[in-house]
């Protein structure tokens, strides 16, 4: 996770396949999460598939920019993410990381 100096923070999150799959295809545009971390607008989520059955990483990640965060209606602690895509060119495609 990068520290937060002016610019974004990147997360590195894991995501459960069926979740993972739903934001590949644009169904699924937020993450609803424990508001552990801070997260701001403009923060930017690695989201890494996690196979809870294997207890194991598949491989697959994700990067999705935070567009807005809201705390209406939520359980105590957490918080629902908008998320949006990111420039593609400022992301190394291997390791699916943000380029400052």
């Known amino acids: 996770m990068k520290k937060r100096g002016g610019e974004?923070?990147?997360h590195e999150?894991?995501?459960w396949p069926e979740y993972f799959d739903a934001v590949e295809?644009?169904?699924?545009?937020?993450?609803?999460?424990q508001d552990d971390?801070?997260?701001k607008s403009?923060?930017?989520?690695?989201?890494?598939?996690y196979d809870p059955t294997e207890q194991a990483y598949t491989g697959r990640a994700l990067c999705r920019r935070v567009t807005y965060t809201?705390?209406?209606?939520?359980?105590?602690?957490y918080?629902?993410?908008a998320l949006g895509n990111i420039d593609r060119s400022r992301v190394n495609v291997?390791?699916?990381q943000t380029i400052p």
């Open 8 to 10: 974004c923070m990147v």
């Open 13 to 15: 999150l894991k995501i």
């Open 25 to 33: 295809a644009g169904l699924k545009t937020f993450e609803i999460r």
């Open 37 to 39: 971390r801070g997260y």
């Open 42 to 49: 403009g923060d930017v989520l690695t989201l890494r598939e």
């Open 70 to 77: 809201s705390t209406f209606a939520q359980r105590a602690g």
């Open 79 to 81: 918080v629902v993410m």
């Open 94 to 96: 291997r390791t699916e």
